[in-house]
């Protein structure tokens, strides 16, 4: 058993690492016209940029939350480590465009080792009921703020050190961690069969077909939907998770047992957790273009803009923890979507020359304070009656289906937002602000969808069961 001292270091190395992972998911935003500038990027690289790492990501995520079962939290949380500091360190050093872009999706492979290990670790570590769902509360607001903060800390990197900058501080942060991990994390939380027991042919059909499916997805933001660049990586994504299907099925040790999916509260919990990570991780990108190209906004103003939504995503993940064990999780999701859905329809009527505090901070503000109130519990729910060689296949698809959500929602309102731009007359003030507003729109569709699915999930009777 370990003693209190070491858990909180453990949960003080495993929150650290998923906030450096998660930040990074919206750390190079506000960065990315100096990247363009400096590496000579087309539209297209630029996206890149940011798309390469969603890519690496979201593909490999379920291989890395069953790599942490199999071999142990411990050594993957090392090995994700390692990748993503390593990754971090040549991004900042990258002189070229592609260079650039191959390190942010090795970034991404680090991550899907990383982020599962992290969850993993808690709830190896933590297995009393109520220390695990506090832990948890940390680890959500963590991870929520992870992307607020991202935004700030890129503006004010971009504007005082430059755009490398966004990639060297994670190389400082990576060493103390992997100093850390190695002294106080034990290898206890482990061992569950080894790599001999990996299902290779699963983990590669479901990683082509979840990558395929991600690439095709992120295509959508330069190409028509009916186009070959779509529909030919959409079709090989039906092909091999066909496929992944089937080997599973049949499989001995299978990478997803196929009876985890039957679980009605995994199945609505990642849901829910798909429809919400597809409209919060577009908010961060279109907010923060909305700051700079139609207000103006330097990169550190844009980001200090975002701050507001860090302290009210941690604030209210702190209520849901404390919340949870008395009302369960459903209807802390419903009372955030509706916060979360009613915040972006005031958000989708956004003006041209509208002021950030009489058009922008509150419903941002009732956007975040509904996510900070629904990822703990969502969380939770995803990951609730996991067996302890489970733990990272449950946080392995709860990443994924966040991911996933991710790069669909911001490739599909990115698209809804650069049509609306292009059917008003270009790239003025007035024709981009109707874009965004388009695209929140579709967020609260999103949103609202996430809140009616949360109805599927138990009451707090049968959570306590």
Known sequence: MLGQSSKTAV?????????MVVLDVSIVNVALPEMRDSLHLSATG????????????????????????LVGARRAFLSGLVLFTGASLAGGLATTG????????????GGAVLAPATLTLIMTTFTEPRERTRAMGAWSAVMAAGGAAGAVLGGVLTQYAGWRWVFFVNVPLGIVLLVAALARVTA????????????????????????ALTYAIIATESHGWTAPAVWLPAAVAVLLLAAFAAIEHRSA???VPLAVLRRRTLAVANASVLSLGAAMFAMWFLLSLYFQLVL?????????????GCFSIIICAQVATRLIHRTGPRP???????????GFLWLSLLRPHGGYATGVVVPFMLCTLGMGLAMMPLTAAATAGARREEA???????????????ALGLALLATIASHTTAAHGGASAAALTAGYDRAFLAAAVLTALAGVLALGLPGRQQTAA
């Open 11 to 19: 949960l003080l190395i495993a929150c650290a690492a998923q906030f």
């Open 46 to 69: 630029q996206q890149w940029i940011v798309n390469a790492y969603t890519l690496g990501f979201a593909g490999l995520l379920l291989l890395g939350g069953r790599l942490a079962d």
């Open 98 to 109: 592609p260079l650039l872009i191959a390190a942010r999706a090795i970034q991404g492979l």
């Open 188 to 211: 206890a939380q482990a061992p569950g069969g080894g790599l001999h027991r990996l299902d290779l042919p699963g983990a590669l059909t479901v990683t082509g077909g979840l990558t």
């Open 253 to 255: 040790h299978p990478l």
């Open 296 to 308: 103006h906004y330097s990169p550190v103003t844009a980001g200090l803009a975002f701050l507001p």
């Open 332 to 342: 802390l999701l419903i009372a955030g979507m509706t916060l979360s859905t009613a």
């Open 392 to 406: 990272g296949l449950a946080s392995g698809l709860t990443n994924t289906s966040r991911q996933v959500g991710g």
